[in-house]
């Protein structure tokens, strides 16, 4: 699985942006598409997860009420909608696949072994 992660930018703290993770290859129903996010000097840390293909959705507590997750089957692709922006929410935002994840395990990086490029999300106070 290849992915291509975009709709990143500037915005002010309140806002909202929408991120994008197109997804090549077959659609899967044991795939999990999930969102890293990292900032300079700290460790990358899980935000959402698409646990198979939309049976089940997972937030980190942070984003949890301000983040929500959607998919366009058609277009295989998972979308990471952001609203309420805080300036916390800064960093580059990575979209991660893999097959047949245990679900206890969707919050570890180490799951993921398919990684898009980042998109920098950058929240203005």
């Known amino acids: 699985v290849q992915l291509q992660a975009s709709g990143g930018g500037l915005v002010q703290a309140g806002g909202s942006l929408r991120l994008s993770c197109a997804r090549s290859?077959?659609?899967?129903?044991?795939?999990?598409t999930a969102w890293f996010r990292q900032v300079p000097g700290k460790e990358r840390e899980f935000v959402a997860a698409d646990f198979r293909s939309g049976s089940t959705t997972y937030f980190a507590d942070s984003v949890k009420g301000r983040f929500t997750l959607s998919r366009d089957n058609a277009k295989n692709t998972v979308y990471l909608q952001m609203n309420s922006l805080k300036p916390d929410d800064t960093a580059v935002y990575y979209c991660a696949a893999s097959e047949r994840i245990i679900v206890s395990t969707v919050y570890r990086e180490s799951s993921y072994s398919n990684w898009g490029q980042g998109t920098q999300v950058t929240v203005s106070s």
């Open positions: 290859g077959r659609s899967s129903r044991t795939l999990t």
